[in-house]
Each structure stands twice: as structure tokens, then as C-alpha cells.
């Protein structure tokens, strides 16, 4: 397990924009996909997006589909998830994950890595 560190989670009202990023150990992070997921109370933790080893290759839930955009600069080991026109159904703790490249993107149990999670609350 590699440790990824998470930043960038707030409060914001609907239709604002939060910017999440995440960090990880340079050999960690050239060789793995990088996802997003959150957990809201009460619910299952659920995919938001991931990104491929190179950047070239996103995936989406289709909630977040238009509105979020994952990218990575493997140059600073980091990944972000751009949340823009957020609704209160996107409160949730958000987590980055971790995943060996090969296979799908969606199930949790791919990725090996978890960070420790950042809240995001959005207002009506």
C-alpha cells in the first residue's frame, strides 16, 4: 500500500466550482491508474472518475459526466479532480485511489492505495 495524500476539499454552494488534488510517491504514480471515489453518509463508496497511466484515457461516472474533469501532471506526481456546477448530491468524502494498469477502472477492490479522504459538502 502507498500512501496518497489528499487536498482541497471544502464546503461550496450549488453551481460553485472545488478543485481536489491528490499526491503520491513518484514510482508510485508513473506506473498506476489514478481514480477518484466518494462515499457519501449512509451509501456505498462509488467511482467518479479515473485516468490512465499516461493521461491520455479518462473515465467518468455518468453523474459527474460534463461536470467534473480528472487530469494528471506526472511531472509533480499529482492528480486533480476539477468539480465544476456541483449539487448537493455530490456531498460526499472524496478519496483517491491507486490501481495497477490492465482491466476496469470502476470496481473499488482494483485499486490497492487509498488516501485518507477530503470532505466535500455542497449547499442548496
Known amino acids: 500500500q502507498v500512501q496518497l495524500v489528499e487536498s482541497g476539499g471544502g464546503m461550496v454552494q450549488a453551481g460553485g466550482s472545488l478543485r481536489l488534488s491528490c499526491a503520491a510517491p513518484?514510482?508510485?504514480?508513473?506506473?498506476?491508474?489514478m481514480g477518484w471515489f466518494r462515499q457519501a453518509p449512509g451509501k456505498e463508496r462509488e467511482f467518479v472518475a479515473a485516468i490512465s497511466t499516461s493521461g491520455g484515457t479518462t473515465s467518468y461516472a455518468d453523474s459527474v459526466k460534463g461536470r467534473f474533469t480528472i487530469s494528471r501532471d506526472n511531472a509533480k506526481n499529482t492528480v486533480t479532480l476539477q468539480m465544476n456546477n456541483l449539487k448537493p448530491e455530490d456531498t460526499a468524502v472524496y478519496y483517491c485511489?491507486?490501481?495497477?494498469?490492465?482491466?476496469?477502472?470502476?470496481?473499488?477492490?482494483?485499486?490497492?492505495?487509498w488516501g485518507q479522504g477530503t470532505q466535500v459538502t455542497v449547499s442548496s
Open positions: 485511489a491507486a490501481a495497477y494498469s490492465g482491466g476496469s477502472v470502476g470496481p473499488s477492490s482494483r485499486y490497492h492505495s
Open positions: 513518484k514510482r508510485t504514480f508513473m506506473s498506476n491508474v
